[in-house]
């Protein structure tokens, strides 16, 4: 399988991306996508796929750092040209945090997303990685305005409930679990995860963060672990691993366009 969110601009992953990689392919885990979050970083992801079999990279403004401007634009362009580059994002809405302040995450936000229907209209036509933490009500507005089709993107480490799953499932979008689906006190993900059709779910790490059980609270989370994530998962959905793991290919394939 594909770790499909990871972060290996981070410090804490960066000093040894073919150790972590060689690691993952002992478990299973063939490849990754690191995501960018700001439109300087996206240059460092670009580098480190074209450096490594099998890794790829997207290229966006996280909401969280939507103060950390000014945003030069172009560079996402420029990363995007790339056939290394799979994806744009992780982009969207933080209803989590004070700051920046959401006035502001929602200016970028639709700043970010003008560019990208100016560029798909001149060839440049990728799906599009969601960050959306207590935000559904406030983000799927937006995405429905742009024209861009639900299918075209996917929510990053859902950690909402089964409200939550119908609204991105009846957007049309994608969801992606990370190791937050194995922890004890977080029912309402592997209750949502139920919900989920067979060709509309994928995995992830979110690595550095979010390890999951049996590695909970360890950092840096590794790219090995999305298979523990990946097959807590088969067991919520009381599914064969083997046939759910072909599934989660079909999917990551499918939606960013790698093999």
């Known amino acids: 399988m594909i770790d499909t969110h990871c972060h290996l601009t981070f410090e804490d992953l960066r000093t040894d991306i073919g150790g972590l990689l060689d690691e993952a392919a002992g478990r299973g885990v063939t490849g990754a996508i690191t995501i960018s979050t700001t439109t300087r970083d996206c240059l460092d992801a670009l580098?480190?796929?074209k450096a490594h079999d099998r890794v790829w990279c997207s290229a966006g403004?996280?909401?969280l750092y939507a103060d950390k401007g000014p945003h030069e634009w172009a560079n996402l362009r420029r990363v995007a040209e790339h056939p290394e580059c799979v994806a744009w994002g992780e982009l969207g809405l933080d209803n989590h945090y004070d700051r920046p302040p959401r006035d502001l995450?929602?200016?970028v936000l639709e700043e970010q997303l003008g560019h990208l229907q100016?560029?798909?209209g001149e060839g440049i036509d990728l799906p599009i990685v969601l960050h959306c933490r207590e935000a559904f009500d406030d983000l799927i507005p937006v995405l429905k305005s742009t024209g861009f089709s639900g299918d075209r993107f996917v929510f990053h480490c859902f950690t909402?409930?089964?409200?939550?799953?119908?609204?991105?499932l009846d957007f049309g979008a994608m969801i992606s679990f990370t190791g937050v689906v194995t922890y004890p006190r977080a029912p309402e993900v592997r209750e949502a995860a139920k919900l989920v059709p067979d060709d509309r779910i994928m995995v992830e790490t979110d690595a550095p963060f979010l390890s999951p059980v049996p590695n909970?609270?360890?950092r840096p989370c590794r790219i090995a672990w999305v298979r523990d994530t990946a097959e807590k998962l088969a067991e919520v959905r009381r599914e064969a691993f083997d046939s759910f793991h072909e599934r989660l290919n079909e999917n990551t394939e499918r939606f960013f366009g790698i093999a």
């Open 160 to 168: 909402g409930g089964p409200e939550e799953v119908r609204k991105c």
């Open 118 to 120: 100016r560029w798909r």
């Open 216 to 218: 909970r609270g360890k």
């Open 105 to 107: 995450q929602r200016r």
């Open 47 to 49: 580098a480190i796929a």
């Open 61 to 63: 403004v996280h909401p």
